[in-house]
């Protein structure tokens, strides 16, 4: 079992010379997931001793001498709690990923009852995170998550490896707490959709004001939607701070740059359908 990529090192979040991050998960919502633990204890999905040991190597805590470990089932639990309660806010969703893999590895019933009980717990404490296949993601409506899920899916082809970066790029600057990134989720969403223009046309120096004209033409793309594609580019250009340096203060808040980001996966998935009159 690695953690390699576990919630704080896939959002970059940990502590930089900048500064820590802020507090964001409350103590009630600390002591809700031991009261999970206390389920998963009792229906012996899972030992205190194996998530002991296992948050421990993932978050590279000192922990007690094995025998200790070996020999004090029952003080581990509260042990366990302390860990929860102390650690800081990106490491408690670390812990919560931790746990899910545990129980993935046994049967995926055990599993899902934790995902269960994990994002109720998220939703009564207002927390804007969800347990999603064992990790924790941004919470966005059904529509959005299923746009940006089919776009991560057509970029994951080869050719496509340039956009599915910045893609990525944009998803991460977005999800960064406490202070999401939105001009570079901008600037990155757009690029993402410039970078499969690219592609498609055969041209790696072509812009994507370009690309829709030249689909215009061709007729693949019909008048006056081609505008929407060369609004959301000429916002990412406008906007100060997003393809630009800034002399103003940017304006964009977090449910632009959120917007910018479906529409970009919507612009990929239509831009891929039409290839064949693109290309």
């Not at 940990?14 to 919502?29: F, H, K, M, Q």
């Not at 029952?74 to 408690?92: A, N, S, Y």
Request: with cysteine; aromatic share 10%; proline share 5%.
């Amino acid at each position: 079992m690695t953690y390699s990529d576990l919630f704080s090192k896939r959002y970059n979040l940990r502590p930089t010379p900048e500064g820590l991050i802020e507090e964001t998960v409350p103590n009630s919502t600390r002591i809700g997931l031991a009261y999970i633990l206390d389920e998963l204890y009792e229906k012996r999905y899972m030992g205190p001793t194996e998530l002991y040991k296992s948050i421990c190597i993932a978050l590279r805590i000192p922990r007690k001498d094995r025998d200790y470990v070996l020999d004090n089932y029952p003080d581990l639990v509260p042990q366990v709690e302390v860990i929860i309660e102390e650690r800081e806010w990106w490491e408690f969703h670390d812990i919560c990923e931790v746990i899910w893999r545990i129980l993935g590895g046994k049967y995926d019933h055990y599993a899902d009852l934790f995902t269960r009980r994990l994002n109720s717990l998220f939703i009564d404490e207002g927390l804007p995170f969800e347990l999603i296949n064992g990790k924790i993601e941004k919470v966005g409506s059904g529509f959005t998550q299923a746009q940006i899920k089919e776009a991560r899916y057509l970029l994951k082809e080869p050719e496509f490896k340039g956009a599915d970066q910045h893609f990525e790029k944009a998803m991460k600057a977005l999800n960064v707490r406490p202070n999401p990134d939105v001009e570079n989720c901008i600037r990155d969403a757009v690029a993402a959709i410039e970078s499969v223009g690219r592609v498609i046309v055969g041209d790696d120096k072509v812009l994507l004001s370009d690309i829709i004209n030249k689909a215009v033409r061709k007729g693949a793309i019909p008048k006056p939607l081609d505008q929407t594609f060369q609004k959301v580019y000429a916002y990412r250009g406008n906007e100060p701070g997003v393809a630009h340096g800034a002399v103003d203060l940017s304006k964009v808040t977090e449910s632009e740059a959120e917007l910018i980001l479906v529409m970009s996966a919507a612009m990929i998935i239509y831009l891929v359908k039409k290839r064949s009159q693109l290309a």
